[in-house]
């Protein structure tokens, strides 16, 4: 009998914004998981993430919150709360409460994404945000592309989708001729799902009768749970992503992609150039295709796959169920 849908609370980190949308100052309100909540930069730059109400009486403090210095003040009776989420002065009282906390999210800021971890057990992260250039050791650096943010990127909110999906993406080789409309063929060189950030890589061969000496071009993925995954492509145009899934509720994901395109040699450009934001615009029309398919899509399980489809897909599945506690309580293993 198939299962039950996927949860939509599975544990890992998941984008809630772009660096540049939070600024010193501001309250930046949103819903992630089935809850309200807040992001926040500090005066010295340091950003926090909790849920939104005050624990005093309940205000909404992305509604008139302001932040005055390293904390978040309510606008109901100006209680104050630092990036812990620990009440630290109310302005009528000569001590705080002690006792208190709002529920504040281990937060890091990395790719030009604001990531929150999330785990319904409340257990701290086990496994990190992998650097966009670091991780593919390479030697390139940013300074090496275009700016990402904002031109080239796309946000969809509210589409009925689950993280899930991306990553079974990574080993569908299948799709590209359909959804994409390339001649190509994937050949997977890599898939390696041992711990909970998970490495997929592909060449392609624009022959059937290609041989190995004929491959020009390929992509190499990293996936850190199921809300963070990496790309990068080489032999085609030089381009990077990230793309990003984050529940909203019990139904709806938010979907955040972003993009870093080679810079042309000897261009040091600050801004996204127009020869930039044309290969951009492709890398994301072909991401919107995807999205079409997944925001229309009913998760099979178990699927019918075919013969070269099952060990791709096999593996991808059971290193997921690791992000989903209630399998583990269940007596699920991963």
Known sequence: MAKPPLSMEPTGWFQVAWCSEIVVGAVH???????EMVAWRSASGEIAVFDAYCEHLGAHLGYGGHVEGENLVCPFHGWEWNREGRNVCIPYESHPN???????????????????????????????????????GDGRTAADYYPPVPAATLFRQGLELHPQYVMENGVDFAHFKFVHKTP???????????????????????????????????????????????????????????????PVDDRTSDVRFTVWIGRKPGDDSPELTRYGKTMADFVIEQFEADIHIWSHQRYSDPPALSRKEFEGFRALRAWARQFYPELQTEGHPA
């Not at 309100?29 to 809850?35: Q, S």
């Not at 086990?126 to 991780?135: C, G, K, N, R, V």
């Open 29 to 35: 309100t949103m819903k992630y998981f089935g809850r």
């Open 184 to 246: 190509f063929i994937p050949e997977f060189t890599r898939h390696d799902f041992s711990g909970p950030v998970s490495y997929v890589d592909f060449t392609i061969a624009f022959d059937e009768n290609a041989t190995a000496d004929d491959v020009q071009s390929g992509v190499e993925s990293i996936n850190a749970g199921l809300g963070c995954s990496i790309t990068k492509s080489w032999g085609m145009v030089d381009n990077r992503t990230m793309p990003a899934v984050t």
């Open 98 to 136: 002690k006792g208190r906390r709002i529920r504040s999210y281990p937060v890091v800021e990395r790719n030009e994404g604001v990531w929150i971890w999330y785990d319904i057990e409340g257990r701290p992260p086990h496994f990190e945000i992998p650097d966009m250039f670091e991780a593919f």
